[in-house]
């Protein structure tokens, strides 16, 4: 819940100020005398935009003189008015009239296919979409933002976990109440996308912990952008994909022609706007953007006015956001304003192609240097493209890449083709030591918008219970709301019982999983696991870390004790450098590559009578080294021995009584004693893997190419008279996640291996594949079988290959409405053969739950022949369920 009140308050802060000797005041309204909600006021002498509040009231400080106001709003007719302003305050009432639209003349670009005319205005607004991204090289401007919040209900169980000011005050005081939030601040704003925000006022009723810095991220993205708000542009270059355009009005302005298209999305979907975007004729560039979104029970509204704040330059002067939310029982509202004054704005005439002929330099300003002999082959291009009066989608798409190539800054080109993904801060900001303290002259001064009587009674419930009428800079003075929901334990008894971490000091810390993971684990061969861990870290330095971790348990049907430890030297963490041993004696699972889920196992054993692991005693030591050869090569080395024995059931005990299967392998003939041991030598590598650095330790995250992998194990016998198994095996794959758009996904493993010589071989030598044989699993269905006979093993060859196609629209979702519902479909084909089956192959359907977990059907042939059906549920955090215990 906190994090959605994050989410909603994240746009309510941002700072510039300037006090002024007089008060313009006014409000707007329709013929009718009502206010007109949401309207603008654009001050075109000083670039400066207002955005009126709900009873299209307005406010703001001018020095004396006379000024051109335009005041609009959606569904209205522009008027502008020239106001003088002395030395006294003012007050004006403007009215509007209700706009009368046309779309007689546009209707004439429609095709003969009868085409919608939004199609060819929107393919040129796509096209000249970079353009506009990087217009600007630099501008420097205040804002006055205005944010308020009211929490209409919070679930009783969420307000038993949360306090404010440690208890001091009950959560019950803020349910119902406003809280407001206002700044001023200076912006500067560097080509590609850096804002610096000076903070000079800020004034808050909002609990800190519900504040975010740097939370302006409509402001702070630029409709030109594929992305706007981390959602779809309706002026992204593959838009056509995810919307459908309608031209519903045209308005004639005496110097302008706007075209009002409705933006509909093809499919519901969170990352997808709907509403309305205006577009100039002719420049192709945003006049008002009026769109929604919205996602698990928080929608949002933008509204964002753009105006002429230099010949060809239109920027944002206006934001108006609305903002319900009603998810997990927590009801609310919100409405935020930012009102933007340009001081200075230098455009980048760097980025200014031929093309753009309706946004060509002036005559009279200097030429650029010319350009290269592939930059005007780019140039030529485009102008051709422009020339065009009609557009076909794929032109459009090609104007796009091409001029994102023509203007792209070069910092943006080397960031976009380097290797490392560099998380550059886009959003700095400073608070002025005083921004906290400013009295009421000054706000009543620097206020753009009216203060309302419960908006003041919220300022003055904050200040009573902080005990002063200013806040310190630090914001210690603030409200706190504390979420005690999962603390850790603080007390040396809660660390013992639950578990925790001891810091030793600086570098060394203790980590216990406390007596309430005793338990851990349950089959017939060694009955109940009862043991403890602990782990020791030492840090070498930030970067590189030892750590040891040994485990003792007691086998209670084996009457043994288990062991176990291993220790990990983290030495490169740039190459991923890394050195790990391992020993114990253990019960293991025949299948060590690809078993089935422990803790999965112990359930269904203590409840079903089922044992789905084949156990052998192992005492084993093991040594693996893993690193980085060079980027995205990858070098995998390691060596075991481990002494096998057979391990037979010694207890049956289950909660339902069910006589239990015998352990597998059983037979000491079949399977006698021995000491294995093997080496093995295993290289991956991914073309241009990008990546991102953390903490000084690298992170692979994409790569467009796919993955290849090769790996070669070998059985040798170290002891005399040992019946160890003696073979060369081989394997190759190549893997590889293709994200196809933004709702869908291929991912495909294709392998294959062999024996090159297999002069004795056991069961736990063979290659086994990964097969989901419970109901539950932790196992993804991507690439792994679901239907296959327990322990599939491979023979002296093998290949198996696994295709699937994963879409948020794909059956069930095409229904409209279940449009609404956050879940993906998936379909999967996955197939085998080895030297003991010609053929099987296997087909599912799956529906996911936002990655939390999927529910699949599924079915097999073997041949040509079907002959088995299932359903399985795959729950991909039951893995880190099941470390935490061990």
């Known amino acids: 819940m906190k994090h959605f009140l994050l989410f909603a308050l994240s746009c ?70 020239n106001i003088v302003m002395g030395r006294v305050n003012q007050t ?49 401007a205040e804002a006055y933002i205005k944010g308020s919040l009211t929490i209409d209900r919070i679930p009783g169980i969420f307000k038993r976990a949360m306090k404010v000011n440690d208890s001091k005050s009950d959560i019950n005081a803020l349910i119902g109440k406003p809280l407001v939030m206002e700044s001023k601040s200076n912006i500067r704003y560097t080509s590609p996308e850096t804002y610096q925000q000076d903070a000079v006022a800020l004034k808050s009723s909002i609990p800190k912990e519900f504040n975010v810095d740097k939370g302006l991220s409509i402001m702070t993205s630029s409709i030109y952008n594929p992305g706007l708000g981390g959602k779809i542009s309706p ?41 309305y975007i205006y577009i100039l004729e002719d420049t192709w560039n945003v006049y008002i953007a009026d769109l929604s979104a919205s996602e698990l029970g928080t929608a949002m509204h933008y509204r964002i006015n753009y105006h002429r704040v ?89 104007m796009s890449k091409l001029m994102r190539r023509a203007v792209e800054p070069e910092e943006v080109k080397i960031q976009r083709e380097s290797l490392e993904i ?70 040396v008894f809660g660390k013992v019982m639950q578990g925790g971490v001891w810091k030793m000091n600086r570098n060394l810390s203790l980590r216990y999983g406390g007596l309430t993971g ?126 096998r024995s057979v391990l037979r059931n010694r207890t049956s005990f289950n909660f339902i009584g069910k006589e239990v299967p015998e352990n597998i392998p059983s037979d000491a003939v079949l399977y006698p004693g021995h000491t294995a041991a093997n080496i093995s ?27 290849l992998w090769v790996s070669y194990k070998k059985g040798v016998n170290l002891f005399a008279d040992n019946p160890a198994p003696l073979y060369d095996r081989i394997a190759s794959s190549i893997s590889q996640n293709i994200q196809v758009s933004p709702f869908e996904e291929v991912d495909y493993l294709f392998s294959g291996g062999t024996f090159l010589s297999s002069g004795r071989l056991y069961v736990n030598d063979l290659k086994y594949f990964r097969n989901s044989r419970m109901m539950f699993t932790a196992s993804d269905f991507n690439r792994s079988f679901n239907l296959l006979e327990p322990y599939t093993a491979s023979g002296e060859w093998w290949l198996e290959g696994h295709l699937n196609y994963r879409s948020q629209y794909l059956f069930l979702k095409n229904l409209p409405f279940l449009q609404r519902f956050s879940f993906d479909e998936a379909v999967h084909i996955h197939g085998l053969s080895t030297e003991k089956r010609k053929l099987y192959l296997e087909g599912g359907y799956s529906v996911g739950f936002l990655n939390l977990g999927r529910i699949g059907i599924f079915t097999g042939f073997s041949g040509e022949k079907f002959d088995r059906f299932g359903v399985r549920i795959s729950y991909p955090l039951w893995s880190l369920i099941e470390s935490s215990l061990h």
């Not at 919608?116 to 090289?137: E, F, S, T």
């Not at 030598?681 to 992170?699: A, C, F, I, M, Q």
């Open 12 to 81: 309510i802060i941002i700072p510039a100020a300037g006090l002024h000797a007089q008060q313009l005041k006014g409000v707007i309204v329709n013929k009718k005398g009502e206010p007109v909600p949401n309207s603008t006021v654009y001050i075109h002498e000083i670039s400066k935009g207002i955005a009126a509040d709900t009873r299209g009231e307005f406010q703001t400080g001018l020095a004396p003189g006379t000024y051109t106001c335009e005041f609009r709003s959606l569904g209205y007719g522009s008027v502008r008015k």
């Open 92 to 140: 004006v009432r403007v009215e509007l009239q209700e706009t009368s639209y046309m779309l007689k003349e546009v209707v004439v670009y429609a095709t003969a296919g009868n085409e919608d005319p939004a199609l060819r205005i929107m393919r040129k607004a796509i096209a000249r979409a970079p353009y506009y991204r990087y217009q600007v090289k630099e501008y420097s």
């Open 681 to 707: 030598l295993e290289v991956s590598y991914t073309p241009r893997y990008r990546y991102r650095v953390r903490k000084g330790r690298k992170w692979y995250v994409t790569s467009k190419y796919p993955t």
């Open 235 to 275: 002026l992204a270059p593959g838009a056509f994909r995810f919307y459908t355009f309608k031209l519903e009005n045209v308005d004639y302005q005496p110097d302008l022609i706007i075209n009002k298209i409705r933006v509909t999305p093809r499919k519901k979907n969170p990352d997808l706007f709907t509403g």
């Open 518 to 643: 005793v338990l851990k684990g349950y089959n017939f061969t060694d009955g109940f696991q009862l043991g403890q861990t602990l782990s020791f870290s030492q840090a070498i330095d930030s970067n590189r870390n030892i750590s040891v971790t040994p485990s003792l348990c007691y086998a209670t049907a084996r009457k043994e004790w288990l062991w176990h430890v291993s220790a990990s030297l983290h030495y490169a963490p740039m190459s991923l450098g890394r050195l790990h041993l391992s020993a114990g004696h253990l019960s293991r699972d025949v299948n060590g590559e690809n078993g089935e889920s422990r803790l999965m196992n112990t359930l269904t054993a203590l409840d079903l009578g089922q044992n789905f692991i084949r156990f052998y005693d192992s005492r084993y030591a093991k040594i693996d080294h893993y690193t980085d050869i060079v980027n995205g090569l990858h070098l995998y080395t390691g060596a075991e021995i481990d002494k």
């Open 422 to 491: 560099k998380d550059i801060e886009r959003v700095k900001m400073t608070v002025d030591t005083l921004a906290w303290k400013r009295d009421t002259t000054f706000w009543s001064n620097i206020r753009e918008l009216p203060l309302r009587e419960d908006e003041r009674r919220s300022y003055q419930i904050r200040d009573s219970l902080s005990g002063n009428d200013s806040i310190a800079e630090t914001g210690d003075g603030r409200d706190e709301i504390m979420l005690s929901v999962g603390e850790n334990p603080k007390t």
């Open 310 to 398: 230099q010949p060809s330059v239109y920027l944002p002067t206006t934001y108006d956001m609305s903002l319900t939310i009603n998810t997990m029982g927590v009801k609310g509202s919100g409405k935020y304003y930012a009102s933007i004054k340009y001081n200075s704005v230098k455009a980048d005439k760097s980025r200014n192609p031929v093309a753009i002929h309706e946004t060509a330099t002036p005559a009279d300003e200097p030429v650029e240097q010319p350009v290269s002999p592939k930059q005007q082959k780019i140039s030529d291009e485009l102008d051709r493209l422009a020339q065009k009066e009609e557009l076909s989608t794929r032109e459009a798409y090609k």
